[in-house]
């Protein structure tokens, strides 16, 4: 069974600090992996995803994220935060060949501080 | 293009209860799918339909729950009774295609319904 670990409950960074959100996953065979954004009273918003190809995958908002195969990671990255970007993220994994069944983490709270 | 809607946003029910939540997916979209977020923990997975379809109900926990999507539009969740453990925010998502792969399509999702049973 497939699992994903976001280690922190809670991030803060400053604005205009780089921010990064860690994930971790376990899965058997290639993992489709998931970045979703949750700001609040709204659902969950996709950011980006890794299928194949480049490692280093860009997305919405200004957002990237590095798969890391070796490490078995997929951090969220952002050069320079904004108060904006406070909300709660969550990292998926779909099973590669599966049927469609996301395995999030339990989420991480980001807070930019202006 | 209207997105993944759910009603209500928010329900308070008594145990014992039932209440039965909407989502409407994306025009178009023949798999819909329901998670589940229970007390700050992680959103995991109930069901996933590929039009009326049950493709997948492994995640359902109990035989309270009982999802329909008649004629493959719109979907119903049913929590019959309700108990306390029951509460949380129950999200509803839909795509494209039923395999993501390269040119497959990611889920969207709805804003959530939080259920709270009391």
């Known amino acids: 069974a497939q699992s994903v670990a976001q280690p922190e409950d809670q991030v803060n960074v400053a604005e205009g600090n780089p921010l990064t959100v860690k994930c971790t996953y376990s899965?058997?065979?290639?993992?489709?992996l998931f970045w979703y954004v949750q700001y609040p009273n709204r659902g969950l918003q996709f950011l980006l995803k890794y299928i194949t190809g480049d490692n280093l995958v860009k997305g919405s908002y200004g957002f990237e994220a590095e798969f890391n195969k070796s490490q078995t990671s997929f951090h969220l990255k952002k050069p320079s935060a904004l108060v904006s970007d406070s909300a709660l993220y969550f990292c998926?994994?779909?099973?590669?060949?599966?049927?469609?069944?996301?395995?999030f983490g339990s989420g991480t709270q980001l807070t930019v501080l202006p | 293009e209207a997105g993944v809607t759910q009603f209500p946003s928010h329900s308070v029910i008594e145990k014992g209860q039932t209440v039965t939540l909407r989502c409407d997916p994306i025009?178009?979209?023949?798999?819909l799918y329901w998670y589940r977020r229970v007390m700050g923990k992680e959103i995991k997975f109930l069901l996933h339909?590929?039009?009326?379809?049950?493709?997948?109900e492994s995640g359902m926990p109990n035989n309270r729950f009982l999802a329909e999507r008649t004629g493959g539009t719109y979907s119903t969740l049913k929590v019959q009774p309700a108990e306390l453990e029951d509460s949380g925010v129950y999200f509803c998502?839909?795509?494209?295609?039923?395999?993501?792969?390269?040119?497959?399509?990611?889920?969207?999702f709805g804003q959530g319904t939080r259920l709270t049973v009391v």
């Open positions: 998502a839909s795509s494209q295609d039923t395999r993501v792969g390269p040119d497959g399509s990611e889920a969207f």
């Open positions: 899965v058997s065979g290639n993992p489709y």
């Open positions: 025009s178009g979209h023949d798999n």
């Open positions: 339909f590929v039009k009326e379809s049950k493709q997948d």
């Open positions: 998926a994994v779909e099973p590669s060949g599966s049927a469609r069944q996301l395995t």
